[in-house]
């Protein structure tokens, strides 16, 4: 701002005046994109991690120790991604780290893993009239 004043005031004409004055307003405008681009970020990275939530949420045949460890690392990497946009230095940089975010948001998955090995081992040792059952009515444990 201060060297928009002291260009405006080095103007020897009113057209001189008004060209600093003009760039000064739209370097200044220049400084109001660069800084929402940081908040629409957040909000990108923190929209992907909502809609994870909610896919990890109505994963079916989790228990509910898969279901909280799912979420707490769905966690741990939002707060990273936005501490990595917080810690860009430009907008590029912020964009990066935005991409990167969503990319290892996305990867938090939950995988029914207990349940199906329970499954997977009563199927086993059953005989094979019980293995039809179950296979027919995939029972849930």
Same mark, same amino acid.
């Given at each position: 701002?201060?060297? !928009?004043?002291?260009?405006?005031? #080095?103007?020897?004409?009113?057209?001189?005046?008004?060209? =600093?004055?003009? %760039?000064?307003?739209? *370097?200044?405008? &220049?400084?109001?994109?660069? /800084?929402?681009?940081?908040?629409? &970020?957040?909000? /990108?990275? !923190?929209?992907?991690?909502?809609?994870?939530?909610?896919?990890?949420?109505? !994963?079916?045949?989790?228990?509910?120790?898969?279901?909280? &460890? @799912?979420?707490?690392? $769905? %966690?741990? !990497? $939002?707060? +990273? @991604?936005?501490? %990595?946009? =917080?810690?860009?230095? %430009?907008?590029?940089?912020?964009?990066? @780290? *935005?991409? =990167?975010?969503? #990319?290892?948001?996305? &990867?938090?998955? @939950?995988?029914? =893993?207990? +349940?199906?090995?329970?499954?997977?081992?009563?199927?086993?040792?059953?005989?094979?009239?019980?293995?039809?059952?179950?296979? +027919?009515?995939?029972?849930?444990?």
């Amino acid at each position: 701002m201060l060297q !928009t004043e002291q260009a405006s005031n #080095q103007g020897s004409r009113n057209a001189d005046v008004e060209d =600093k004055q003009n %760039d000064g307003t739209n *370097k200044i405008r &220049a400084i109001q994109v660069q /800084a929402s681009v940081r908040p629409q &970020a957040i909000q /990108a990275v !923190t929209e992907q991690a909502n809609t994870q939530r909610q896919a990890i949420n109505q !994963t079916q045949g989790l228990t509910e120790n898969e279901r909280q &460890a @799912a979420l707490n690392q $769905l %966690d741990q !990497t $939002l707060a +990273k @991604a936005i501490e %990595d946009i =917080k810690a860009a230095d %430009d907008n590029e940089e912020v964009g990066n @780290a *935005k991409t =990167k975010g969503i #990319q290892a948001i996305q &990867a938090v998955t @939950a995988v029914a =893993k207990i +349940k199906n090995e329970a499954i997977q081992s009563v199927l086993s040792s059953s005989g094979c009239q019980e293995r039809q059952y179950f296979t +027919k009515y995939r029972l849930n444990f």
